[in-house]
C-alpha cells in the first residue's frame, strides 16, 4: 500500500519555469540511484479540458519517459509523494487556471496500484484534492441500433467523470483518474 506524505519528499533535481517538468534522484533497493522524470502535458481528447496527462518514470532508450519499467524503488512511499506533491505545486501555480490533473495506468497492475492509492489516502488528501474517476462510454442512439460515431465513421468515445467512489470495487477500475485542487 503506498502512503503518502506530502511533508516526506525528495528535492527536486531540475524543474521547468512552468512546473511542467522536473527531476528527481529516486534510492533504489539495490543501492543505486535512478533519476526518475516527471512531465505534465495537455491531455489531447477535447472532451477533458484543463486536463493534463502525468506521465513519469525513467528515461528510455528512445530519451521518452519509459512508464511501463518495473523499478525496485528503496521508498516508492516517498516517490509517489514527491511526484504527487509537484503535480499539486503545478496546480497551484496555475491555481486561476482551474486545471486538472489525470493519470492513466499503462497496464492493469499500475491502474489497480493507482486506484488503491486514491483509495487509500483519500483522507489524507481531501483537504488538498479532489479525486474524480473516468470512464469512457460510446452513446447508444435513440433507434436502438447504432452508436454514436466520429466524423471517420468511427465509435466515439466520451469519458464519464464521477466522483471517486472509494467502495468501488478494485476489479472494476476506472480508466482514468483526474485530481484537481480541493478550493
Same mark, same amino acid.
Given at each position: 500500500?503506498?502512503? #503518502?506524505?506530502?511533508?516526506?519528499?525528495?528535492?527536486?533535481v531540475?524543474a521547468?519555469?512552468?512546473?511542467? /517538468?522536473? =527531476?528527481? #534522484?529516486?534510492? %533504489?533497493?539495490?543501492?543505486?540511484?535512478?533519476?526518475?522524470h516527471? %512531465?505534465?502535458?495537455?491531455?489531447?481528447d477535447p472532451f477533458?479540458?484543463?486536463?493534463?496527462?502525468?506521465a513519469?518514470?525513467p528515461?528510455?532508450?528512445?530519451?521518452?519517459i519509459?512508464d511501463s519499467i518495473a523499478?525496485?524503488?528503496?521508498?516508492?512511499?516517498?516517490?509517489?509523494? =514527491? #511526484?504527487?506533491l509537484?503535480a499539486? =505545486?503545478f496546480?497551484?501555480?496555475n491555481?486561476e487556471?482551474?486545471y486538472?490533473?489525470?493519470?492513466?495506468?499503462?497496464d492493469?497492475r /499500475?491502474?489497480?496500484l493507482?486506484?488503491?492509492m486514491?483509495?487509500? !489516502?483519500s483522507d489524507?488528501?481531501?483537504?488538498t484534492?479532489?479525486?474524480?474517476?473516468?470512464?469512457w462510454?460510446?452513446k447508444?442512439l /435513440? !433507434?436502438? =441500433?447504432?452508436?454514436?460515431?466520429?466524423?471517420?465513421?468511427?465509435?466515439?468515445?466520451k469519458?464519464?467523470?464521477?466522483?471517486?467512489?472509494?467502495?468501488r470495487n478494485? /476489479?472494476?477500475?476506472y480508466r482514468?483518474? #483526474?485530481?484537481s485542487?480541493?478550493?
Open positions: 500500500m503506498i502512503k #503518502i506524505d506530502l511533508d516526506d519528499t525528495y528535492d527536486a531540475s521547468s519555469e512552468d512546473f511542467k /517538468r522536473f =527531476t528527481f #534522484i529516486s534510492p %533504489l533497493k539495490d543501492s543505486t540511484n535512478l533519476e526518475m516527471v %512531465l505534465i502535458s495537455e491531455h489531447p477533458l479540458p484543463n486536463v493534463f496527462n502525468l513519469f518514470g528515461l528510455g532508450d528512445d530519451n521518452e519509459n523499478v525496485p524503488h528503496h521508498n516508492i512511499n516517498k516517490v509517489f509523494s =514527491t #511526484i504527487l509537484f499539486i =505545486t496546480l497551484e501555480v491555481k487556471e482551474n486538472s490533473i489525470g493519470i492513466d495506468g499503462s492493469e /499500475r491502474a489497480y493507482y486506484h488503491r486514491f483509495r487509500y !489516502n489524507t488528501l481531501s483537504d484534492i479532489v479525486t474524480v474517476g473516468v470512464d462510454y460510446v447508444l /435513440r !433507434n436502438g =441500433t447504432d452508436i454514436e460515431r466520429d466524423s471517420d465513421g468511427l465509435p466515439l468515445f469519458p464519464r467523470p464521477e466522483p471517486f467512489d472509494l467502495k478494485p /476489479r472494476d477500475l482514468y483518474y #483526474i485530481f485542487l480541493n478550493i
